[in-house]
Nanobody, 117 residues
Framework: QLRLVESGGALVQPGGSLRLSCAGS????????IGWFRQAPGKEREGVSC????????????HYADSMKGRFTISRDSANYTVYLQMNSLKPEDTAVYYC??????WGQGTQVTVSS
């Protein structure tokens, strides 16, 4: 069974940075495409970023929603079976619960990111 656990959410000021982590158990995350999503109160869950594996046709590519390009970076730590989301230049509108996901309806419990002065 593959399980996902997010961590790293916190309260930060606008312009600050956070690094979110998505750790897997049961299997390594290197075997899967991993997506980051977020959901703010009263809004639908939206895609943030995803990263493919080296076995996929794109040979392992990172993808970002338009509003995150240039600010967010997704990466893998193969040794620790972890996927990260580095978030820089955070804005109040980035406030949400952030989830990692594997296609097939595998989700973590989420981690809260709050951007406020």
């Amino acid at each position: 069974q593959l399980r996902l656990v997010e961590s790293g959410g916190a309260l930060v000021q606008p312009g600050g940075s956070l690094r979110l982590s998505c750790a897997g158990s049961g299997k390594t995350l290197d075997d899967y495409t991993i997506g980051w999503f977020r959901q703010a109160p009263g809004k639908e869950r939206e895609g943030v970023s995803c990263i493919t594996t080296s076995f996929d046709d794109d040979d392992g590519s990172a993808h970002y929603a338009d509003s995150m390009k240039g600010r967010f970076t997704i990466s893998r730590d193969s040794a620790n079976y972890t996927v990260y989301l580095q978030m820089n230049s955070l804005k109040p509108e980035d406030t949400a619960v952030y989830y990692c996901n594997i296609p097939g309806n595998y989700w973590g419990q989420g981690t809260q990111v709050t951007v406020s002065s």
